[in-house]
């Protein structure tokens, strides 16, 4: 194990007890494919399970594995219409299991997130019975300020690149602080404290995951 493996374990093992007093429960991976047992183990099978959209849950092969195994897989790219979205984002709402990675986590345990239309954000506040978050530990920031400047000039261009969204970050690399049509910076939620008892389960990976 490299020193820098190491240091993401020790690492780890504080954010468990950082985001366990804010009643979110957490575990700790050294390698994404463990992260993939991980979350696969947490899952009852025939649950009905559903996602936002994440590189990270792509690079760790969980969404094929979730939609190749032997679970209600709510599959929100089916949906294409407004009609369809809308419809889809009701069963998104009422589903066991929602699957997101995080745009930022601090070192306090806070977990912060930014978003365009806001369904994944507001699939995290309230909806599914159960969220988990799975997250590399590239994506953990000093505070919440550090964590909204890493989502707006780190994770954004990149995603904006990817989702073809003609905004200044896609075009210069860094947050142009836009307002147009195509900003997928509309809403800033940061998720402080989880009222539930094991509604969020936060699985981080001592890897550079996602964006
Ligand atoms: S506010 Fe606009 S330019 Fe800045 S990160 Fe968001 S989408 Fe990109």
Not at 58 to 74: H, K, M, Q, S, T
Not at 198 to 211: A, H, Q, Y
């Amino acid at each position: 194990m490299s020193p820098r493996q190491e240091n993401y374990r020790h690492l780890g093992e504080t954010m468990i007890k950082k985001f366990n007093r804010r009643n979110i429960e957490a575990v700790y991976c050294d390698t994404a494919e463990d992260a993939r047992k991980a979350v696969l183990d947490m899952i009852p099978k025939g649950a009905s399970v559903t996602n936002g959209g994440s590189v990270t849950l792509d690079e760790c092969g969980i969404l094929e594995a979730v939609r190749n195994g032997e679970y209600e897989f709510i599959d929100r790219t089916e949906a294409s219409t407004p009609e369809e979205k809308r419809a889809m984002y009701q069963r998104q709402a009422g589903a066991d299991y929602f699957l997101m990675s995080t745009n930022a986590f601090t070192q306090d345990g806070e977990l912060v997130n930014i978003d365009g239309n806001g369904n994944r954000v507001a699939l995290l506040i309230h909806g599914p019975e159960h969220v988990i978050v799975v997250t590399g530990m590239n994506k953990l920031a000093c505070s919440t300020e550090e964590a909204i400047h890493r989502t707006q000039n780190i994770a954004s261009p990149p995603n904006c690149v990817r989702l073809n969204c003609k905004t200044p970050c896609a075009a210069t690399g860094l947050c142009g602080d836009c307002h147009g049509d195509g900003t997928i910076c509309c809403q800033v939620v940061i998720t402080r404290h989880s009222r539930h008892n094991g509604r969020i389960t936060v699985v981080m990976v001592g890897e550079d995951l996602g964006f």
